[in-house]
């Protein structure tokens, strides 16, 4: 039996929104050949398992695939680290090193604009564009749709979906935020899905940095398939 913690990162200030994410914090309670298994079970956009909570090593699956980075994965076991364990300054993907900062309640994680799976960003004319989206932009199946609600500010509309990773659409996408703040070159505040808040902002030499709020919904025990 493992113990299972679900959460949801990128929530607004008021506890909306937000992205499920599954964490195992004892990743040895899930065996490496089940894990796959686990994450298309669980069927949540992405399931964590902990590796070594001291070092912040971790894995990340899709329902279909093991992901070298993604955004709010990272975004959310580091929060709920210092909730549960401590508080990290690293963790360790596959894809590499990411910094960790804690700040007013937020988490953010620090990473290279080269990680993300290959997302697209279809600009349109109003974020009411963005509402009204019924399917993919373009019809490709690793984009998402933004408009600009505040340019002035910053703050920007948008929906993504990620298809080509077993997703139709996503509450809340870290990795793609960090592709459109490296296009865009500067601090944005992204509005994405239902009611979910990311923060992203370039560091320069290739990083961006994204964060936001995470709460935890449920802990519960776990027998893997």
Same mark, same amino acid.
């Given at each position: 039996m493992a113990r299972l913690h679900l959460l949801r990162v990128f929530c607004d200030e008021g506890g909306? /929104? %937000?992205?499920?994410? *599954?964490?195992?914090l004892d990743g040895a309670e899930v065996a490496p050949e089940s894990r796959q298994g686990v994450a298309a079970d669980? %069927?949540?956009s992405e399931? +964590?398992?902990?590796? !070594? *909570?001291? &070092? /912040?090593?971790?894995h990340i699956f899709t329902p279909t695939v093991e992901l070298g980075f993604a955004g709010h994965p990272t975004v959310g076991t580091a929060w709920l680290l210092a909730e549960e364990r401590v508080p990290v300054e690293l963790l360790r993907v596959p894809a590499g090193e990411l910094g960790v900062r804690y700040e007013h309640g937020m988490?953010? +994680?620090? =990473?290279r604009v080269e990680w @993300? !799976? @290959?997302?697209?960003w279809e600009q349109l004319a109003s974020p009411g564009e963005v509402d009204a989206l019924e399917e993919p932009p373009r /019809?490709? !199946?690793?984009? %998402?749709?933004? *408009?600009?609600?505040?340019?002035?500010?910053?703050?920007?509309?948008?929906?993504v979906f990620p298809v &080509?990773? %077993?997703?139709?659409? !996503?509450?809340?996408? /870290?990795? =793609? =935020? +960090? &592709?459109?703040? =490296?296009a865009l070159d500067r601090e944005i505040d992204i509005h994405q899905g239902r009611g979910s808040r990311i923060f992203a902002r370039p560091r320069g030499e290739g990083w961006i940095e994204i964060g936001g709020r995470a709460l935890l919904d449920e802990v519960r025990d776990y027998a893997p398939p």
């Open positions: 909306h /929104g %937000g992205n499920p994410l *599954a964490v195992f669980l %069927g949540l399931t +964590v398992c902990v590796d !070594d *909570a001291e &070092r /912040g090593e971790i988490t953010f +994680v620090t =990473a @993300p !799976d @290959p997302f697209e /019809g490709h !199946d690793l984009i %998402g749709g933004w *408009a600009w609600l505040d340019e002035e500010a910053g703050t920007i509309r948008a929906r &080509r990773l %077993g997703i139709a659409e !996503d509450e809340a996408t /870290g990795s =793609a =935020a +960090v &592709r459109l703040c =490296a």
